[in-house]
């Protein structure tokens, strides 16, 4: 079994900053790509960024030079570091973890975090 546990979120003025975490724990073998998406009230789950196993990085285009994801591959966990905060960034975060091999059995599998509510005050 893998879990993916979310961290970070909350309440935050515009202009401000917020951290989210997410680690990835159970039988893993190795993972590939790890990204975060969010939902907002009415609205699709949308990616926000992502991260190949190997460095790679992609961006929504409205969050492109406000936002920054980073992964540390040791420890399963992946990062998003949002500066620069606006209202519209308010939604629920979801880290995603995707080609995900078992350890054991060698299965590849994408999971989800159960999500992480950010707002942000005008």
């Known amino acids: 079994q893998v879990q993916l546990v979310e961290s970070g979120g909350g309440l935050v003025q515009a202009g401000g900053s917020l951290r989210l975490s997410c680690a990835a724990s159970g039988s893993i073998f190795s993972i590939n790509d790890m990204g975060w998406y969010r939902q907002a009230p009415g609205k699709q789950r949308e990616l926000v960024a992502g991260i190949t196993r190997r460095g790679s990085t992609n961006y929504a285009d409205s969050v492109k030079g406000r936002f920054t994801i980073s992964r540390d591959s040791t420890k399963n966990t992946v990062y998003l570091q949002m500066d620069s905060l606006k209202p519209e960034d308010t939604a629920v975060y979801y880290c995603?973890?995707?080609?995900?091999?078992?350890?054991?059995?060698?299965?590849?599998?994408?999971?989800w975090g159960q999500g992480t509510q950010v707002t942000v005050s005008s």
């Open positions: 995603n973890a995707d080609g995900v091999t078992h350890l054991y059995s060698r299965t590849v599998k994408n999971y």
